[in-house]
């Protein structure tokens, strides 16, 4: 690098950069590189634009230069040419003191082998010149408050942009241009922009964080396909929530790709997705699965802030709408709110006697009074002031008076003060109505599938996160030093679960018959009888395990039925567990594993041998306390049945949320070294006679440098 080079640029530089330096600069606007010279002049761009072509000398009526070298300095260069020749153009860039470049070209790890090489290539020519890199293979950034458009997408092709509060992140460039038009058409505004591409250098995280320290900022959208750092970015949610910033993600990949380990149901239960999403939720982060609902919820709490306790009062000129509406609502757990007499006698001003309720269907209103627009605003005045009405929301067909009704009702509802949100279910009849809609400021959408996910998302959000507190077990690290690495058997496994206070089953080990009889006298007939090998998963399924063994002779046959069976294992394995015979109320599974991106993860749900069927697991990042456990618990579907299902005894809760919570200590204890820990099936007894572990199994990794959340 020459003296030319400046300090390493940082992120807020790069959004307001003092100069812009477009490669392959041209008049020809069907080209990408003119594109981008014709926007930053249309969107307002006040910095100094430098075009960079050997072939002209004058570019859109600006000075054009030859190469970089010649050019004044340069905050941004923006480069699209062929991936195989990106290393040499940076290398130049960097010679010439520019502070980073915007890499457009697609070609690189995204690919295959090759293209990685060129991107390990250009990642360490960042990290030694200092030039920062946003890319390869992204689609630009746009910082709306500034009209910098650093990207030839058609849909920039507008006459001004919506300027708002909203910052948005994504690794997918398609995905911010997609989001960029559907907003724009609704009248939703940002703050800025960014697609990172494949993240050479500069990553999602490294823009989020400015985000949360953009005062132009009120709430952070992000698009992730996968997490570098996942530690960094739990610090960073945390930091957006501490500065009062809400955070909305939306996740791809929420399909099972993770990894599946062979001797635990843990691994193939809490893959990538669910972790992920344990994290966001403990985190407070809004997760949803469509860009669209995303954008309108980031418009809500960006408008209105977050909800209040209460419910939604919907109001339509419909009364078939209404009740679509407000089934679908009902689906959502999302509460229409519950008028109060006062109320519900105030609406005798405007509607008939016998349609006072919520939702109040404008069709019913008192004929004298003209039509329904001369009402509409009344209506919404006089349900908005009840205090148990958090949000209002406005359902549309076509109606008389059409354009007019819209407007005195959308008016009415941005007047209350409280949130708001229309949904218009006509085509391109209601267009009038979109646009005077715009004008007055009162958010709408098009579908009601978006309005009813949307509210979903909007009434979950809370303005605090879970905060670890101490499980209410902590024996620490030192106890564990003498834990050997590897597969830790059924015995094994009970035994560090119980240096946990968490109880298992009276048992032992044995090798021969009249030690397994002399096991069984002394734990008290009947017994279970079990195979002690690393060689099988599902012991039950391969007729490794023999259950209610009532005497001595039932116990000898099924000695030597299982023994037959492990002779055949490779290497032949010759070690049983005679164990207590346990009943209980439930049956359900507890595990432990360590997320490469987010820490020690533990897990709760159904248990027995169809978890992997049912598959109903809740997940949290460890530690979590008892409390924390049992709200954790209620969201397994197996819940009611704890509680005491029809007439059933009540189940011990508080026993199985210690247990877990003991278990989540375990977990964060074992630092680096958790691989996983399966407890299936945990028996659950009536109310005060607590929990035994009766099965159990482990994985100890080798100890590493790693360091804990």
Same mark, same amino acid.
């Given at each position: 690098m020459t003296d030319r080079a400046s300090p390493r640029i940082t992120v807020d530089r790069i959004l307001h950069p003092a100069s812009v330096a477009v490669f392959g600069a041209s008049d020809d606007r069907s080209k990408w590189a003119g594109r981008i010279m014709y926007?930053?002049?249309?969107?307002?761009?006040?910095?100094?634009?430098?075009?960079?072509?050997?072939?002209?000398?004058?570019?859109?009526?600006?000075?054009?230069?030859?190469?970089?070298?010649?050019?004044?300095?340069?905050?941004?260069?923006?480069?699209?040419?062929?991936?195989?020749?990106?290393?040499?153009?940076?290398?130049?860039?960097?010679?010439?003191?520019?502070?980073?470049?915007?890499?457009?070209?697609?070609?690189?790890?995204?690919?295959?082998?090759?293209?990685?090489?060129?991107?390990?290539?250009?990642?360490?020519?960042?990290?030694?010149?200092?030039?920062?890199?946003?890319?390869?293979n992204c689609l630009g950034l746009i910082n709306v408050l500034n009209g910098m458009a650093l990207t030839s997408a058609r849909v920039l092709e507008v006459e001004r942009l919506h300027r708002g509060r909203i910052g948005f992140v994504t690794q997918s460039g398609a995905i911010m241009l997609s989001i960029f038009n559907r907003a724009h058409d609704v009248g939703i505004g940002f703050s800025h922009l960014v697609s990172v591409g494949n993240q050479a250098d500069l990553d999602l995280a490294d823009f989020f964080e400015h985000m949360i320290d953009d005062p132009a900022t009120a709430v952070i959208c992000l698009h992730v396909e996968g997490l570098r750092d996942g530690r960094r970015f739990l610090d960073l949610i945390r930091r957006a929530r501490r500065a009062g910033k809400p955070v909305i993600a939306l996740k791809t990949g929420r399909s099972e790709l993770g990894e599946h380990a062979a001797r635990s149901h843990t691994a193939s239960l809490a893959g990538a997705y669910p972790v992920f999403e344990a994290a966001c939720r403990d985190a407070g982060v809004v997760l949803v699965d469509d860009p669209d609902v995303m954008v309108l919820v980031a418009n809500m709490l960006a408008r209105f802030g977050a909800p209040t306790e209460g419910g939604i009062a919907l109001l339509s000129p419909s009364g078939g709408i209404n009740g679509i509406v407000a089934d679908r609502l009902a689906d959502a757990n999302v509460?229409?709110?519950?008028?109060?007499?006062?109320?519900?006698?105030?609406?005798?001003?405007?509607?008939?006697?016998?349609?006072?309720?919520?939702?109040?269907?404008?069709?019913a209103r008192r004929q004298e009074l003209g039509e329904t627009n001369a009402v509409a605003a009344r209506a919404v005045e006089l349900v908005a002031a009840d205090p148990g009405v958090n949000a209002i929301v406005i359902a549309l067909t076509t109606s008389p008076n059409y354009e007019a009704t819209s407007k005195a009702l959308g008016a009415a509802a941005v007047a209350s003060g409280k949130p708001c949100f229309t949904i218009i279910t006509p085509g391109s009849v209601a267009d009038g109505v979109r646009a005077v809609l715009r004008e007055i400021g009162c958010p709408y959408g098009d579908r009601i599938d978006d309005g009813v996910r949307m509210l979903a998302a909007y009434t979950r959000y809370v303005p605090t996160s879970r905060v670890a507190r101490a499980p209410d077990a902590k024996p620490g690290r030192a106890s564990l030093l003498d834990l050997r690495t590897g597969y830790l058997t059924e015995p094994d496994a009970?035994?560090?679960?119980?240096?946990?206070?968490?109880?298992?089953?009276?048992?032992?080990?044995?090798?021969?018959?009249?030690?397994?009889?002399?096991?069984?006298?002394?734990?008290?007939?009947?017994?279970?009888?079990?195979?002690?090998?690393?060689?099988?998963?599902?012991?039950?399924d391969a007729g490794l395990v023999e259950l209610a063994l009532a005497d001595p002779d039932a116990l000898g046959r099924a000695w030597d039925k299982i023994r037959r069976r492990l002779a055949i294992l490779d290497p032949p394995a010759d070690t049983l567990l005679v164990?207590?015979?346990? #009943?209980?109320?439930?049956?359900?599974?507890?595990?432990?594993?360590?997320?490469?991106?987010?820490?020690?993860?533990?897990?709760?749900?159904?248990?027995?041998?169809?978890?992997?069927?049912?598959?109903?697991?809740?997940?949290?990042?460890?530690?979590?306390?008892?409390?924390?456990?049992?709200?954790?618990?209620?969201?397994?579907?197996?819940?009611?049945?704890?509680?005491?299902?029809?007439?059933?005894?009540?189940?011990?809760?508080?026993?199985?949320?210690?247990?877990?919570?003991?278990?989540?200590?375990?977990?964060?204890?074992?630092? #680096?070294?958790?691989?996983?820990?399966?407890?299936?099936?945990?028996?659950?007894?009536?109310?005060?006679?607590?929990?035994?572990?009766?099965?159990?199994?482990?994985?100890?990794?080798?100890?590493?440098?790693?360091?804990?959340?």
């Open positions: 926007y930053l002049a249309l969107h307002g761009y006040a910095g100094e634009v430098i075009p960079i072509n050997p072939r002209r000398q004058i570019v859109q009526g600006k000075t054009c230069y030859a190469r970089i070298a010649d050019a004044p300095h340069v905050d941004v260069a923006i480069i699209a040419i062929p991936a195989p020749l990106v290393p040499a153009t940076l290398r130049e860039c960097a010679d010439a003191g520019v502070g980073c470049c915007l890499i457009i070209s697609s070609g690189f790890a995204e690919v295959g082998p090759e293209g990685a090489a060129l991107q390990r290539e250009i990642s360490e020519l960042s990290r030694r010149t200092g030039m920062r890199l946003v890319g390869p509460p229409l709110a519950v008028l109060r007499p006062e109320t519900r006698q105030s609406l005798c001003e405007v509607m008939l006697p016998t349609h006072l309720d919520n939702p109040v269907d404008l069709g009970k035994a560090l679960l119980a240096r946990y206070g968490i109880p298992v089953t009276r048992e032992r080990v044995v090798r021969a018959r009249d030690e397994a009889v002399a096991a069984a006298e002394a734990i008290g007939f009947p017994v279970a009888l079990k195979a002690v090998t690393d060689k099988v998963v599902h012991k039950s164990q207590e015979m346990v #009943s209980g109320g439930l049956e359900l599974i507890l595990g432990a594993k360590r997320d490469p991106g987010f820490g020690p993860v533990v897990m709760i749900g159904s248990g027995g041998i169809l978890v992997e069927l049912l598959r109903d697991v809740q997940l949290a990042l460890a530690p979590i306390d008892p409390a924390e456990a049992e709200a954790l618990l209620r969201g397994v579907k197996a819940w009611p049945l704890l509680e005491g299902y029809r007439g059933r005894g009540r189940l011990d809760i508080p026993a199985v949320a210690s247990a877990l919570s003991r278990l989540s200590r375990l977990a964060v204890d074992l630092g #680096s070294r958790l691989g996983e820990i399966d407890v299936n099936p945990l028996i659950v007894r009536t109310d005060g006679h607590g929990v035994v572990a009766a099965d159990a199994r482990a994985v100890i990794a080798p100890e590493t440098q790693d360091q804990d959340l």
